[in-house]
């Protein structure tokens, strides 16, 4: 399946631009659609302004700690590729180091998110990591960028410099927010060990990334075991080198991301705090990488298979990095009902795991002839409503003992 089918696929996602008379606006539509691969379109901001009537950036992604701010230029002239590169790729590199300044000197202090109905308040405290991206729309033969940079624009944060094709590569292969950000910082990485990285060369850059792994993460995780970092090398730099496409399993994978997507459609009557309004499930979600979600995504199949024929099934796994408890119910009874199973479950999961932050989601079994999800997710302890789980026929909560995700 191709980025194109997926997003096809995916429940809300932005259909593909169609082409207007204007190159600039369709290579900053496709853009910006390409980010929406990795990072759902929870988590893109399309041209977003500084200020009524004055704009940002072209693109900005903001998920989790990380911000990346984009420019996209197109080359429309008649100049030398060169020549029209080195005059683009400082112009842009000095409207990323304006933008970094609005954010640093508090010009900018929050963003509207039109999909989630908030504003997001940007804090450095929070967003530790700031990132600049310019992408060139430009079909040429591959050449350095960094050559072409003049020493004042050099930009104050960790950037990429790319091609609209580099970009459609890098997000068939890292087409989860998690998976992106990690590959984009190896990037910047590898750059900083003196391997130079083509415009209009992805797949070659994708190589040189990956052969440069195995230094990058014993140096960054040297206080690991040598034989998990050796592991997480082999994993990382196999999906960077040849993606995760092919692997038979992939499909599984799209279980999570048709639940990342619904979790911003939630229905009216579950639209109280903690039902995934706020759009803290799909960050949390957007932090599983697509290794993790093909194993996630068998399990949860499997379950949503066994549930016809069962009063309901339910998968529990617990998250260590996080300190998170991740809970699933298959199950034929009615939205309402299972509402009320799903914040039961939350309490019973904290006091029987000793957690405090709990997510859960609730839908049917495989095969009933639709797809609706419940969310519920809270870091605060909480005392249910009154409902309580069925005394016959529905699974009590497993032992956790060491299970969690590989």
């Not at 940002?56 to 990346?68: E, R």
């Not at 929070?126 to 930009?155: H, N, R, T, W």
């Not at 639209?271 to 799909?282: M, Q």
């Not at 002839?369 to 699974?395: A, C, H, M, Q, W």
């Amino acid at each position: 399946m191709d980025i194109y089918k997926l997003m096809k696929a995916r429940y809300g996602s932005t259909s593909y631009p169609t082409s207007t008379i204007k190159p600039s606006l369709d290579n900053e539509s496709i853009a910006q659609w390409l980010f929406e691969v990795a990072f759902f379109r929870d988590f893109v901001y399309r041209n977003p302004d500084k200020k009524p009537g004055k704009e940002f950036c072209d693109a900005l992604v903001i998920c989790g700690d990380t911000i990346i701010i984009v420019q996209i230029k197109t080359k429309n002239s008649k100049k030398s590729d060169i020549d029209w590169a080195k005059k683009n790729i400082n112009a842009a590199l000095s409207q990323l180091n304006g933008s970094y300044r609005a954010i640093k000197d508090k010009l900018v202090t929050k963003f509207r998110n039109n999909l989630l109905d908030v504003d997001v308040v940007i804090d450095e405290k929070i967003f530790s990591s700031i990132y600049g991206m310019i992408v060139l729309a430009q079909d040429c033969k591959p050449y350095d960028p960094i050559p072409l940079i003049d020493s004042k624009e050099m930009p104050k944060i960790p950037f990429v410099i790319c091609s609209v094709t580099d970009l459609r590569i890098m997000t068939e292969q890292m087409d989860t927010a998690i998976d992106f950000i990690t590959h984009f910082e190896s990037r910047v990485e590898t750059m900083k060990m003196g391997l130079t990285l083509l415009v209009n060369d992805e797949l070659e850059n994708l190589r040189k990334v990956g052969q440069s792994l195995s230094a990058i993460y014993h140096r960054h995780l040297s206080a690991k075991k040598e034989e998990i970092v050796d592991k997480t090398v082999r994993l990382v730099k196999d999906q960077t080198e040849n993606g995760l496409r092919s692997n038979s399993d992939y499909k599984f994978s799209l279980l999570i991301d048709d639940m990342i997507a619904r979790a911003h459609d939630i229905d009216p009557k579950f639209s109280e705090p903690g039902s995934g309004k706020d759009g803290k499930i799909p960050q949390i979600y957007g932090y599983l990488d697509r290794r993790r979600r093909i194993e996630l995504g068998k399990k949860l199949y499997s379950a949503a298979v066994a549930a016809r024929k069962s009063a309901a099934e339910i998968i529990v796994h617990y998250q260590r990095s996080i300190e998170r408890v991740f809970i699933y119910v298959f199950s034929k009874v009615d939205r309402e009902m299972r509402r009320g199973y799903l914040e039961a479950l939350v309490a019973a999961a904290q006091i029987k795991y000793s957690v405090r932050k709990v997510i859960a989601v609730a839908t049917e079994p495989v095969g009933m002839g639709g797809r609706s999800y419940d969310f519920y997710n809270t870091e605060d302890i909480i005392t249910p409503s009154g409902t309580k789980l069925p005394d016959e026929g529905v699974p009590g909560l497993p032992e956790l003992g060491d299970e969690r995700l590989i």
